[in-house]
T-cell receptor
């Protein structure tokens, strides 16, 4: 079955520090990967997506992710975080030919001053 | 464009009551879906639709019904609410093969 595993449920960091949120997916011939962000009491917003092409994907708010097929990973990174990045981040996948999103369980990022 | 709208924002039900969560989108998207979000569980797909008149079950469909009579609307019905259905419900839409799903603001449902 398709699955997405987010390896950390909570990640605390200090402001201006780098951060990496880890995501692994179960191997598949064709997979599309996404990172969504959810700010407190809000809906989900797309940060970035990998459909094909360059394995380094740049998204909004200075985030980027790297698709690694051999490691079946799609880790999210930001070189310097801000207080406003405090939110829950979800990794998700779609099997090629389907619209059904499968989500990981989420990682809560807390940026401390 | 309003995007994806959901009503109500909050709802409290007693066990056994029924209700409909409303979802509408004004982007002419063919694909619409309902998710529930529970702490530590991420979002789980309840039902989805690839167009008017076409619906299918997701990962956790039990206790929920849907219909899609128009492209714009995709209501979610709870026929007999149970405390296990206490959750936050999100509706989303996208173009077919567009892959970027747009989410509504959510409905927080409590069943006592």
């Amino acid at each position: 079955a398709q699955s997405v595993t987010q390896l950390d449920s909570q990640v605390p960091v200090f402001e201006e520090a780098p951060v990496e949120l880890r995501c692994n997916y179960s191997s598949s011939v064709s997979v599309y990967l996404f990172w969504y962000v959810q700010y407190p009491n809000q809906g989900l917003q797309l940060l970035l997506k990998y459909l094909s092409g360059s394995t380094l994907v740049k998204g909004i708010n200075g985030f980027e992710a790297e698709f690694n097929k051999s490691q079946t990973s799609f880790h999210l990174r930001k070189p310097s975080v801000h207080i406003s990045d405090t939110a829950e981040y979800f990794c998700a996948r779609i099997q090629g030919g389907s619209e059904k999103l499968v989500f990981g369980k989420g990682t809560k990022l807390t940026v401390n001053p | 464009n309003a995007g994806v709208t959901q009503t109500p924002k909050f709802q409290v039900l007693k066990t056994g009551q029924s209700m409909t969560l409303q979802c509408a989108q004004d982007m002419n998207h063919e694909y619409m879906s309902w998710y529930r979000q529970d702490p530590g569980m991420g979002l789980r797909l309840i039902h989805y639709s690839v167009g008017a008149g076409i619906t299918d079950q997701g990962e956790v469909p039990n206790g929920y019904n849907v219909s899609r009579s128009t492209t714009e609307d995709f209501p979610l019905r709870l026929l007999s609410a149970a405390p296990s259905q206490t959750s936050v419900y999100f509706c989303a839409s996208s173009q077919l093969d567009g892959y970027e799903q747009y989410f509504g603001p959510g409905t927080r449902l409590t069943v006592t």
